[in-house]
């Protein structure tokens, strides 16, 4: 099964940015839809962006306008850019696949947003 590996997380101030990467060791290509997720403490797991295999995107509405994702699908790779770093981000983000959870959850990457 594929795997995936989230990475690029870190302390940041608000108003900051960070770039966010998961590499899976499978073609994504062949997986299609993947997206961003994150989950807050004593939150559930939300859903954040999503790319199709054709590059559509779509975004929450707590993060339009501020986060970027993008796919490398030569590199199986799939970027989250955050931008404008609120607080409320902080989460542990995680990448998989998109409309349907096809693949086991990676360690995810601890975003923290504080002064």
């Known amino acids: 099964q594929v795997q995936l590996v989230e990475s690029g997380g870190g302390l940041v101030q608000p108003g900051g940015s960070l770039r966010l990467s998961c590499v899976a060791s499978?073609?994504?290509?062949?997986?299609?839809?993947m997206g961003w997720y994150r989950q807050a403490p004593g939150k559930q797991r939300e859903r954040v962006a999503i790319?199709?295999?054709?590059?559509?995107?779509n975004y929450a509405d707590s993060v339009k306008g501020r986060f970027i994702i993008s796919r490398d699908n030569a590199k199986n790779t799939v970027y989250l850019q955050m931008n404008s770093l609120k607080p409320e981000d902080t989460a542990v983000y995680y990448c998989n696949t998109f409309p349907r959870i096809l693949l086991s959850w990676g360690q995810g990457t601890q975003v923290t947003v504080s002064s």
């Open positions: 499978g073609s994504i290509f062949s997986i299609g839809g």
């Open positions: 790319t199709t295999s054709g590059g559509v995107t």
